[in-house]
T-cell receptor, first 114, second 113 residues
């Protein structure tokens, strides 16, 4: 079983829709949860970052972490064609020498149709 | 501009010919890491470094070497490349390790024939 599971999609929605992206994980030691966005032929860029359980909002984006269910989500409101990209969840835990290992989900390819 | 710079962006080589992919960051980050990205497998960590002269294996280290002689540079070395190392490679750096998120380079697409 993978440490982090993410539905690879692809996911295609009309412009203006609310998008929900999700990941589940098995390692209860994970404390830091991130969402990265990756455009074609580019490196991943950090989109949202949360520590432990709870919600975090940044403009049209909301990240949600439920540690009891080992489940994280990213919501995109009023989706735009420019949001079309692959979204990767990632998480890490403190090790002996720091939170050096970042484990990624497989990535969900999202297309927003005008 | 704060960035992670990888070179080359594209590389085609033959089996067994040693190669080095360079990585440099200008943010004075402690942590650096190499990942490979393959369809259906996502991003997998190859090696990481917590500081100068401190490195450790990630999930898929076989066939790769790294060194960290300077804080800003973290080259990835393939001593004897094989076709199964054909992949998209990313270097990344972070101030706090995974806790603060990583800044990624633009990637190196390697093809081994």
């Amino acid at each position: 079983q993978k440490e982090v599971e993410q539905d690879p999609g692809p996911l295609s929605v009309p412009e203006g829709a609310i998008v929900s992206l999700n990941c589940t994980y098995s390692n209860s030691a994970f404390q830091y949860f991130m969402w990265y966005r990756q455009y074609s032929r580019k490196g991943p860029e950090l989109l949202m970052y949360t520590y432990s359980s709870g919600n975090k909002e940044d403009g049209r984006f909301t990240a949600q972490v439920d540690k009891s269910s080992k489940y994280i989500s990213l919501f995109i409101r009023d989706s735009q064609p420019s949001d079309s990209a692959t979204y990767l969840c990632a998480m890490s835990a403190w090790g002996v020498q720091g939170a050096q290992k970042l484990v990624f989900g497989q990535g969900t390819r999202l297309t927003i149709n005008p | 501009e704060a960035q992670v710079t990888q070179n080359p962006r594209y590389l085609i080589t033959v089996t067994g010919k040693k190669l080095t992919v360079t990585c440099s960051q200008n943010m004075n980050h402690e942590y650096m890491s190499w990942y490979r990205q393959d369809p259906g497998l996502g991003l997998r960590q190859i090696y990481y470094s917590m500081n100068v002269e401190v490195t450790d294996k990630g999930d898929v280290p076989e066939g790769y070497k790294v060194s960290r002689k300077e804080k800003r540079n973290f080259p990835l070395i393939l001593e004897s490349p094989s076709p199964n190392q054909t992949s998209l490679y990313f270097c990344a750096s972070s101030l706090f390790g995974g806790a603060g998120g990583y800044t990624f380079g633009s990637g190196t697409r390697l093809t081994v024939v």
